[in-house]
């Protein structure tokens, strides 16, 4: 995190659809390695059963602007409130921006 400047997400769908596809705006866009969603956590007893990261297919449209795809399945990333972050070549991660899950 502390080589460089961190990449970052300057706009962003807030709420999001299984299978659906969104742009997301960011000066990074040329330099990006993943996009992904991660799972705010719910720790209990030392056990974190919500824990999760997924992928997220992206594409690059513009320079400032990649459109992502949310996976279709529910059981690969249940409904709720997900973090979204951007990372670069550099395995630099931007903040994450939050974003809600819902049926389409």
């Known amino acids: 995190m502390f080589r460089g400047q ?3 997400i300057e706009d962003a769908p807030t709420e999001v659809s299984y299978g659906g596809h969104y742009e997301l705006r960011t000066p990074s866009a040329g330099t990006l390695q993943w996009v992904q969603l991660i799972r705010p956590m719910a720790t209990t007893h030392s056990c ?7 992928d997220l297919a992206f594409t690059i449209v513009g320079p400032c602007t ?3 795809s949310i996976p279709g399945e529910p059981s ?4 709720g409130w997900w973090m979204l ?3 670069d070549t550099e395995r630099r991660p931007s903040e994450s921006r939050w974003v809600h ?3 389409p």
């Open 101 to 103: 899950l819902t049926e």
């Open 48 to 54: 974190d059963t919500e824990q999760r990261i997924v």
């Open 85 to 87: 972050n951007v990372v």
């Open 66 to 68: 990649v459109r992502i």
């Open 76 to 79: 690969l990333a249940p409904p």
């Open 6 to 8: 961190r990449p970052f």
